[in-house]
């Protein structure tokens, strides 16, 4: 029994001691951030060697680790000096020990890239916000005009805690601006690639719908008599764009809480746009091409749903929960409009349009529930209004943390 509990007592000491030397390392004498490197070390080379290792030599190399980590565990300064440099002579210095540095390098790489695949593919899944559907609750890519690019620290300090980047783009010669499309780089990030009538290219950070307003507020874009757009030529040296871009919140969606809970009115959602017919209108086309759309959720299944501006009603009530209310009170920062349903002769076949009423489906009904999925900036997003309700099989979760940048939007989600 008396060996039984020193068992325990030392093995919830070794966890103890394990424990502080991860989260202190850097605060450990060097002796002891030796021992413990040196022993995971040698772990590592019996584990990756054991084939070349005679079962004597491998029995041999375990009790000399158990020895290292006995005196580690008891704070033995000079037992573990003593093993440091007889245990690294006797075996880091072995042939079967010398493995290429780029191996391990690699095998870490990849252990990350799983370990992060892993999180993303179950848990948490990054999400780039390209447009202000949800402004001001959550950020899209904003343009803003400056007067001059300011210097070099103030441009680092800009891009690390608010995820700006500086533009100053002018032509080379007369041109006009013929096309434009989104592109999607690097995974999480969009940009606008504008083609000019001589052949040249210019790749902007951000989406083209804030592009385009950039450059009608600049009186380069605009409509004729019938609607019909049209483009201003440039002037050789004149500027394209001199601007600010803020970027999007990078958000983490949830993936996993669904599996637990049911979605609730009035939390903050992600979902994918199978299925969704999001052809939206010409104002909003900017945002008909995204995968993935984030919104809030104003109705669940079985719930009926319709808008009296500025207010959302659900089952004949107006909506009270925190986040669709702040929109209701139409207070600043939030538009002066609340929720407003769309003209049924301004956007033919809308789902939610002005004195209509919508039910969704229950669970039961066609085996899909339905949801309610609209923006907090509704004069500019793209949302159920247009193309109709979220089914069960395109949610992802709810969005819970915004990782960056450091705006007053870091932090949780509400």
């Known amino acids: 029994m008396r060996k039984f509990i020193t068992t325990i007592l030392l093995f919830l000491l070794a966890l103890l001691n394990g424990t502080a ?37 491998q029995e041999a190399m375990r009790a000399d680790i158990h020895r290292l980590r006995r005196a580690l565990l008891l704070w033995r300064r000079s037992e573990v000096q003593r093993l ?57 890519i904003v343009v803003h005009a400056v007067d001059e690019i300011p210097s070099f620290p103030r441009r680092a300090w800009d891009k690390i805690t608010l995820g700006s980047t500086y533009v100053d783009v002018k032509a080379d010669c007369k041109k006009r601006l013929l096309h434009w499309r989104d592109e999607r780089y690097a995974l999480l990030f969009t940009r606008t690639t504008l083609e000019f009538d001589d ?28 609607g019909a757009l049209f483009t201003i030529p440039f002037d050789a040296g004149e500027t394209i764009m001199r601007a600010r871009i803020d970027a999007g919140d990078m958000v983490l969606a949830d993936r996993i809480s669904y599996q637990f809970r049911q ?19 010409q104002q909003l086309r900017d945002q008909a091409a ?21 207010e959302l009603f659900v089952n004949g009530r107006p909506a009270t929960e925190p986040g669709i209310a702040r929109v209701e009170r139409a207070l600043p920062p939030y538009g002066p409009e609340g929720y407003h349903a769309l003209s049924p002769v301004r956007v033919p076949g809308a789902f939610l349009t002005t004195g209509s009423r919508v039910r969704l489906a229950k669970p039961w009904q066609f085996f899909l529930g339905e949801y309610l999925a609209l923006g907090d900036n509704t004069t500019n997003s793209l949302d159920s209004r247009y193309w109709g309700p979220v089914r069960q099989f395109n949610v992802l979760g709810p969005a819970c943390f915004t990782l960056w940048p450091f705006t007053s939007h870091w932090g949780r989600i509400d």
């Open 21 to 57: 030397d991860s989260l202190l390392a850097w605060f450990l004498p060097r002796w002891r951030r030796t021992g413990n490197e040196l022993a995971a070390r040698l772990s590592h080379t019996l584990h990756h060697f054991k084939p070349e290792i005679s079962p004597e030599r």
């Open 84 to 140: 440091n440099i007889e245990l690294r002579e006797m075996y880091l210095n072995a042939s079967f020990s010398h493995a290429p540095s780029w191996v391990e390098a690699l095998e870490s790489i990849v252990v990350v890239l799983v370990v992060l695949l892993g999180l993303r593919a179950y848990y948490i899944q990054p999400f780039r916000i390209p447009t202000n559907s949800m402004w001001p609750s959550l950020n899209g």
């Open 199 to 226: 052949g040249s290219q210019v790749k902007l950070p951000a989406s083209s719908g804030t592009v385009l307003q950039y450059l009608r507020n600049r009186g380069k874009i605009a409509h004729d008599s019938t």
């Open 263 to 281: 979605p609730r009115r009035g939390e903050t959602f992600v979902f994918d746009t199978r299925g969704i017919r999001t052809s939206g209108s």
């Open 290 to 310: 995204a995968t993935h759309y984030i919104k809030r959720l104003c109705a669940l299944p079985g719930d009926s749903a319709s808008i009296r501006s500025p």
